[in-house]
């Protein structure tokens, strides 16, 4: 039990930690040191807001005022009458609400910028993180987890410079004029209330702030489904898994469900609480109010006056009880949104880094070592030397390391031993962005952004003209197609290019990558969704493509490859033949037995 006591604490403690450590990180984005006029917005809400708690405070006086001089007790104000008064009451309380506006007015712009800014640190952050990540985070909870921290630093933002530190101005300022125009027995309830609803809510907001984090994990599971499927809508179809996945999707929601009613149900007992405690208080000071005026020590307007302070105390302590509550899950809502910012690269540029300088193009694996998990080894001392100007094919069968050796080449991970050379110079010399400028790749599945045919192809270059992307689409033989579709390039392509057949989406993706114009061309099983007609006129546009350049062709068709200058196989993460088409199947060894196997497939087929 002890032990359970002692772990519950230490919880605790770390997340208090957490939670300094978050409004520290948060802080720069309210207070941003490049931009002195945001600064001064800061400033000037402060003041307004300073501004309107003292108007608020003074406002009862007022108030007071006009009750005894219609009661005709007491000193009149100002010597003001009753209208009078009443009209001071009422213009403080505009001016009390102006000043609030004027606030927010100045303070939307530093909260704006502050979440952009975030969010764009956030986002670049998650590009820059490695493929390994990628491949292992769940994009659907990525998304919500991104979503949620933004808001909840909106939130933090506002009512961390807005809510907490005013609030308590404003209680501080209320128990001083309830000790001076009253006495001693007044604050003591007054300020009794405020500990023990303080103590409450922090107390009952501890409880559910770990009902909350429950809620969060469940809100992403379901999240995650949900998307998961959508994203495989057709493999979804061709199982006709609808009632698999809708029932996967409800066993989710419903464990969300469940957390959800705790919360809900959490939310209205604390809310119950406060309720009582703030009435009692209440009660206590008008029962000694209205005991004042019955001994003729108070007047009338002193008790309206207790009353309508008490009513000003209760508004900030309902409020800060509100603000506490979301504060602390806003807090568990960015605590994952900023582990995820701590999330270090896995792959990074030296601090030497420089551009890299390609001249012939000239690619050397030397005794390249890699494996994505320790005990699975991928590559194996792996050596290869391919000229400048050069096409090379790779071929081998499944989980040989082909495809690995583009990804090293591209750097989405590092060599565990070895090392691999463009021009003599190690890819983790020079800068990642230079070395994406330096090759250009076409995937096997190529993937395009839910937009226009002509976004697409343009995106292999910033900027590119129509007429340059047009020559892109005649040299990937799909610029005829295009212009046969009844909005030509503004064609929208659908999520994944879902719209567009394989052989399509393959040939936008070329396009795209002749539109770079690298010096460095990988082509994945650049050809492998295209029949054999369109594949043989992909084929010429390549080669010219790849005229003057270095080719990489990462193939698993082996009539695709039999005009490469050098053709090396793969077995098991090993290189065991290298050579010509002609010279290989002279050798009679595995990839004359490939290109057997494939040769009869062909022929059944």
């Not at 005990?375 to 001392?381: E, G, H, M, S, V």
Request: charged share 20%; net charge neutral.
């Amino acid at each position: 039990m002890a032990d359970q006591e002692k772990t519950a604490q230490q919880i605790a403690q770390e997340e208090r930690r957490s939670g300094k450590k978050i409004i520290r990180s948060v802080l720069p984005y309210l207070w941003p040191s490049d931009a002195p006029g945001l600064r001064l917005r800061v400033v000037v809400a402060l003041m307004a807001l300073v501004a309107a708690k003292v108007v608020a405070v003074f406002t009862p006086i007022f108030y007071k005022g006009a009750v005894d001089a219609l009661a005709g007790e007491g000193v009149p104000i100002l010597a003001l009458g009753a209208v009078g008064l009443t009209l001071a009451y009422g213009c403080n309380r505009l001016l009390a609400v102006m000043f609030e506006q004027l606030r927010d007015l100045l303070f939307a712009k530093v909260s704006q910028r502050a979440l952009r800014r975030l969010a764009m640190t956030t986002f670049r952050h998650i590009h820059a993180l490695s493929l390994r990540y990628h491949l292992t985070r769940r994009t659907g909870a990525l998304s919500r987890v991104m979503d949620r921290g933004v808001k909840g630093v909106a939130f933090l933002l506002r009512f961390m410079l807005f809510s907490i530190g005013p609030l308590f101005l404003e209680l501080v300022m209320i128990c001083t004029v309830l000790a001076v125009l009253f006495d001693w027995r007044f604050l003591l309830v007054v300020a009794g209330t405020m500990v023990i609803y303080v103590w409450f809510t922090l107390a009952v907001t501890e409880w559910r702030v770990r009902i909350r984090r429950v809620m969060n994990d469940r809100d992403n599971e379901a999240s995650q489904r949900a998307i998961d499927s959508l994203l495989n809508f057709e493999t979804v179809k061709y199982f006709g898994a609808e009632k698999r996945e809708a029932h996967r999707y409800d066993e989710a929601m419903a464990g969300y469900e469940v957390a959800a009613i705790k919360t809900a149900n959490s939310l209205a007992a604390i809310n119950f609480g406060q309720a009582f405690i703030i009435n009692a208080g209440l009660v206590a000071v008008m029962a000694m109010a209205a005991m004042g005026v019955s001994d003729g020590d108070l007047t009338v307007g002193d008790f309206v006056m207790v009353n309508a302070y008490m009513l000003q105390v209760i508004a900030p302590l309902n409020f800060l009880g509100f603000v506490y509550r979301e504060i602390r899950q806003s807090l568990v809502d960015m605590g994952q949104m900023f582990d995820l910012l701590e999330d270090a690269a896995e792959i990074r540029d030296a601090p030497d880094a420089k551009a890299i300088a390609v001249t012939a193009g000239r690619i050397e694996l030397d005794n390249v070592q890699f494996s994505y998990e320790p005990d699975r080894p991928i590559l194996k001392q792996v050596s290869l030397d391919v000229p400048g100007g050069h096409t090379v094919a790779i071929v081998g069968a499944s989980g040989s390391g082909k495809s690995t050796i583009g990804r090293l080449l591209f750097r989405f991970y590092d060599v565990a031993a070895g090392a691999l050379r463009i021009d003599g110079q190690d890819v983790r010399d020079v800068t990642q962005e230079s070395l994406h400028d330096a090759i250009g790749v076409v995937p096997q599945d190529t993937v395009l952004f839910n937009d226009t045919i002509r976004y697409n192809i343009g995106y292999g270059r910033s900027g590119a003209s129509q007429t340059e992307i047009e020559e892109a689409a005649k040299a990937a033989q799909i610029h005829d197609f295009i212009q046969s579709l009844p909005e030509g390039y503004g064609t929208m392509v659908g999520e994944r290019g879902l719209k567009l057949s394989g052989g399509e989406k393959q040939r936008v993706g070329i396009a795209r990558t002749l539109l770079k114009n690298p010096p460095i061309l990988l082509l994945d099983e650049a050809t492998s969704a295209l029949d054999t007609e369109t594949e043989q006129g992909i084929k010429e546009a390549l080669a010219r493509a790849g005229e003057g350049r270095t080719v990489i062709t990462i193939a698993h068709r082996l009539s695709t490859i039999a005009e490469a200058d050098r053709i090396v196989v793969l077995e098991q993460g090993q290189v065991v033949e290298q050579g010509t088409h002609s010279m290989l199947l002279e050798q009679q060894g595995r990839y004359a037995q490939l290109w057997a196997r494939q040769q009869a497939d062909e022929d059944v087929a």
